[in-house]
């Protein structure tokens, strides 16, 4: 448990180290919010495609509240290991900005402004976080989950682009965002409308791909 909780907590931790540091990087190489979301996408799915890769052995590579849950609901992990992960989650999420912050000579905690909120960035929660949580159970019921690492970071990484909210996707990774006043930031005002949405996306999208994955394996 303790490997597991290790992994869980260094792999959410680095994580938002590379969201935070690589969007603060990118405002400090261009002025163009294009070429910023581009440099942010980029580094963030190179980055979550390794840490699932080298890290899902150990403890299944959550990194994410909203994936445990679901896990959770599903009975594939008790009531305490979730609790636990979630706490590991959330702690290694702060630590990433702080450590993001520190970087680039910010505050280590300092809070974010950038007020992201309405029913059209909401929504794009929903999906995103939805398309996430349908994958990791499609990926399940035709046993190719060894394709997470590309399949995984690919999802998020177009949803950078093509959401409204620019696809945070994660409870933790959303708390750890607003304290940063940086391009990542999410004011703390906004969490608690992104972490519902992110809630709602992840049940509508286990529940969707938990039923065509066990009727793709029974109609083989």
């Known amino acids: 448990m303790l490997r597991k909780l290790t992994a869980e907590f260094l792999g959410t931790c680095t994580l938002v180290a590379v969201v935070v540091g690589s ?4 405002t400090n190489l261009s002025a163009d919010r294009g070429v910023d ?9 190179l980055a979550l495609g390794i840490l699932i890769l080298v890290l899902d ?16 609901g599903q009975k594939r992990i008790s009531f305490n ?7 590991a989650q959330f702690s290694g999420g702060v630590l990433g900005t702080i450590l993001a912050n520190l970087m680039f000579k910010n505050p280590a905690l300092f809070q974010s402004h950038h007020v992201r909120t309405g029913a059209n960035l909401w929504l794009g929660e929903v999906i995103a976080t939805a398309g996430l949580l349908f994958l990791i159970q ?16 690919g999802w998020i990484g177009s949803a950078y682009f093509f959401t409204s909210s620019t696809s945070f996707a994660n409870p933790a990774v959303t708390l ?30 286990s529940l969707l791909g938990n039923y065509l994955g066990t009727t793709s394996k029974e109609s083989k």
């Open 23 to 26: 969007g603060t990087m990118a």
């Open 57 to 72: 052995p150990i403890s299944g590579a959550h990194f994410n509240p909203a994936v445990t849950l679901s896990e959770l």
């Open 138 to 153: 499609i990926l399940r019921g035709e046993n190719k989950l060894a394709l997470a690492p590309v399949v995984l970071a």
């Open 37 to 45: 979301l581009l440099i942010n996408t980029l580094s963030t799915v």
């Open 176 to 205: 750890a965002r607003g304290f940063t006043n940086t391009f990542s930031g999410i004011a703390l005002q906004s969490v608690a409308g992104f972490v519902l949405a992110q809630l709602l996306g992840a049940l509508l999208g």
């Open 81 to 87: 290991e979730a609790s636990l992960f979630i706490v």
